[in-house]
């Protein structure tokens, strides 16, 4: 069965975006870009791939990405409807109707949804926000890749936007760069 992986970037205090979606204070970190891009670059937006070295880099470990609404618009506002062209892409929204056939847009139930597509063949599936989605998701999450940045928000949207309900994860990765930022990977904990 597929993996389902929320990689992500946030703050110390745990925000993935500003009150309004704003993401400018995360600073391009050169050392973990070029982790990133090595090791996952099919992460990288379509439109940066040429830029990056990345135009004709295989996927690594995902084929599939998974959005939130808020997530997908701010490439929308800049008129970009399909923000990674290369993956399999689904964004998850009541509102939404589809902007590019590239994009499939999913308003039904997101668990049952990411079950159906952990069954089918691929490579294992990215979610790459938002918090709101992720609260949703939250029990089909296999494994955390977490990016954190040495900047405190104060408020905007969590990591994880659900009641509380504590899921235990269990610390397979640290790596820090020199700029402060940290690149930490989590695997669900065992039950038992």
């Not at 618009?73 to 590239?102: C, M, N, W």
């Not at 709101?132 to 990016?147: C, Q, T, Y």
């Not at 994860?169 to 695997?187: D, I, L, N």
Request: proline content about 8%; some cysteine.
């Amino acid at each position: 069965m597929r993996k389902l992986i929320y990689y992500v970037a946030t703050t110390i205090d745990g925000f993935i975006a500003g009150p309004d979606g704003q993401f400018d204070f995360f600073t391009i970190d050169p050392e973990l870009m070029s982790v990133v891009n090595a090791e996952q670059p099919e992460t990288v937006p379509t439109a940066f791939r040429a830029q990056c070295g990345l135009e004709t880099a295989p996927n690594k470990r995902f084929d599939t990405v998974l959005m939130g609404r808020g997530t997908y618009e701010p490439a929308l506002k800049e008129g970009i409807t399909s923000p990674y062209a290369h993956l399999r892409q689904y964004v998850f929204s009541q509102t939404l109707s589809a902007a590019d056939p590239g994009v499939e847009i999913v308003s039904s139930d997101p668990v049952e949804f990411v079950q159906r597509l952990k069954e089918q063949p691929g490579q294992e599936i990215w979610l790459c926000g938002g918090g709101r989605l992720a609260g949703s998701l939250l029990p089909m999450i296999d494994e955390l890749m977490i990016k954190r940045y040495p900047v405190i928000a104060g408020s905007g949207i969590p990591m994880v936007d659900r009641p509380f309900d504590p899921a235990g994860f269990a610390v397979t990765g640290v790596r820090t760069f020199g700029s402060g930022a940290s690149f930490t990977t989590y695997v669900r904990a065992s039950d038992g």
